[in-house]
């Protein structure tokens, strides 16, 4: 028969564990490439697609920069909407959301989110580059 201290030990540790897998969040997926494959069957289109995204992002986040150091709010807020639609319909889930959540913090004037959003949004853009 095991000793009530160790018992009551073993629950603890066991609560202990199950409070921290349900704290942990699963990995944002950068990039599901079944949305663009739904879509087209024609992988080199796909890659073509990718590759425009690509190159067109850097002169985003720049204007996007820009708009929030001239405090152009709405500015802020068109591209992040820009943005969020080009990243959601080519798959770039991580892209997407973060571009979310600037368009809407833009939308309210809450300019605080933004500057640390710009940065969130770079890191999650050279994440997908990377898949590539």
Same mark, same amino acid.
Not at 85 to 103: K, P, Q, V, Y
């Given at each position: 028969?095991?000793? *009530?201290? &160790?018992?009551?030990?073993?629950?603890?540790?066991?609560?202990? /564990?199950?409070?921290?897998?349900?704290?942990?969040?699963?990995?944002?997926?950068?990039?599901?490439?079944?949305?663009?494959?739904?879509?087209? *069957?024609?992988?080199?289109?796909? *890659? =073509?697609?990718?590759?425009?995204?690509? =190159?067109?992002?850097?002169?985003?986040?720049?204007?996007?920069?820009?708009?929030?150091?001239?405090? &152009?709010?709405?500015?802020?807020?068109?591209? *992040?909407? /820009?943005?969020?639609?080009?990243?959601? =319909?080519?798959?770039?889930?991580?892209?997407?959301?973060?571009?979310?959540?600037?368009?809407?913090?833009? /939308?309210?004037?809450?300019?605080?989110?933004?500057?640390?959003?710009?940065?969130?949004?770079?890191?999650?853009?050279?994440?997908?580059?990377?898949?590539?």
């Amino acid at each position: 028969m095991e000793d *009530s201290a &160790d018992y009551v030990r073993e629950e603890e540790l066991a609560f202990a /564990k199950s409070q921290q897998l349900q704290q942990e969040k699963p990995k944002e997926q950068v990039f599901d490439h079944s949305v663009l494959q739904q879509l087209l *069957s024609d992988e080199q289109q796909i *890659s =073509s697609i990718i590759d425009a995204f690509i =190159s067109e992002m850097p002169s985003h986040l720049a204007e996007l920069n820009t708009a929030l150091q001239t405090n &152009d709010i709405a500015i802020a807020a068109a591209l *992040s909407h /820009k943005i969020k639609g080009s990243a959601a =319909s080519i798959g770039a889930n991580m892209l997407a959301r973060i571009a979310r959540h600037l368009e809407n913090a833009a /939308k309210e004037g809450d300019i605080q989110p933004l500057e640390q959003g710009i940065q969130d949004l770079t890191e999650a853009f050279r994440l997908f580059q990377e898949e590539f």
